[in-house]
């Protein structure tokens, strides 16, 4: 394990990227997928990609031990390998730090496992070049019945319909699924968010997302259809209690930081050194 501390791994992460010297006038999009073991669904996820909507893919893949890494250099995505395991929030701070120093105006995150429909892509975009939204959610719940009949499994349901509703009043927003592998953001929130304090497991998601309301930013969410099949990815039982717990945590952490009752890296801003 490095023991660098986390500017400085942020810093080697953009000062790896390669220059880019083109941008498109109307903002450069560039859609990132952190990657794990896709090789089954990592081409049905990119072909749905609409032609001209994004100006690069990048793929950073997390130490699979299939074939992701040979299919996404000959669909030809810019491709990051992890020699290590990093973790679902480790593999995400590569990729936002690649896609900033890569010249992003806008980055959508997407799962190449093919469950989120990459086909509402520049709907999504759409949101933040209007400046209706800082941060747009892929929302897989329109209505129980089609989170159901789509194959969310029914426990999976029930808890994020009560984590969702517990952190739309515990945030002050509205968002109709929290928890979304589909995500769109403009430049200036992962500017802004210091993701290199946060942890590399799965409630990386749930520190983002109470970060950008904790700095002020707009989020909104529009429908996502999604798939639920064997290799779509999940986390089991155990893993997705954990994460439960740490986000409740999480708001926890939040109003503690709102309430000035204690402080937290998490919220720390660039220039607020003496955060503990």
Not at 51 to 78: C, W, Y
Not at 100 to 113: F, K, N, R
Not at 114 to 135: H, M, N, T, W
Not at 154 to 167: D, M, P, S, V
Request: glycine share 6%.
């Amino acid at each position: 394990m490095s023991a660098d501390a986390p500017e400085t791994q942020q810093a080697d992460r953009i000062a790896a990227a390669p220059a880019i010297t083109t941008t498109r006038l109307d903002g450069r999009v560039i859609a990132v997928m952190p990657a794990y073991n896709a090789a089954s669904t990592l081409e049905k996820t990119v072909s749905d990609i609409p032609q001209g909507s994004v100006d690069e893919i990048i793929l950073v893949d997390d130490g699979s031990s299939d074939d992701t890494v040979e299919i996404a250099k000959r669909l030809g995505l810019t491709v990051i390998v992890h020699d290590q395991n990093q973790g679902y929030g480790g593999n995400q701070k590569t990729c936002y730090a690649r896609a900033l120093a890569a010249g992003a105006d806008y980055v959508v995150m997407i799962h190449p496992d093919y469950q989120y429909d990459s086909r509402v892509i520049p709907a999504a975009v759409e949101f933040l070049k209007l400046g209706i939204c800082d941060v747009v959610m892929g929302s897989r719940i329109r209505t129980r019945r089609e989170a159901i009949n789509g194959g969310m499994p029914g426990w999976k349901y029930l808890a994020n319909r009560f984590l969702t509703i517990t952190e739309n009043i515990a945030l002050g927003q509205n968002l109709g699924d929290f928890h979304s592998g589909f995500r769109a953001y403009r430049r200036e929130v992962l500017e802004t968010i210091p993701i290199e304090h946060n942890t590399n497991d799965f409630a990386f998601d749930s520190q983002f997302l109470a970060q950008a309301v904790y700095f002020g930013f707009k989020l909104g969410d529009i429908p996502v259809p999604v798939r639920y099949f064997d290799e779509a990815s999940s986390i089991n039982f155990r893993r997705s209690t954990k994460y439960g717990l740490t986000t409740l945590w999480i708001l926890c952490q939040f109003w503690l930081q709102k309430l000035k009752l204690a402080r937290f890296k998490i919220f720390r801003r660039p220039a607020d050194v003496s955060d503990s």
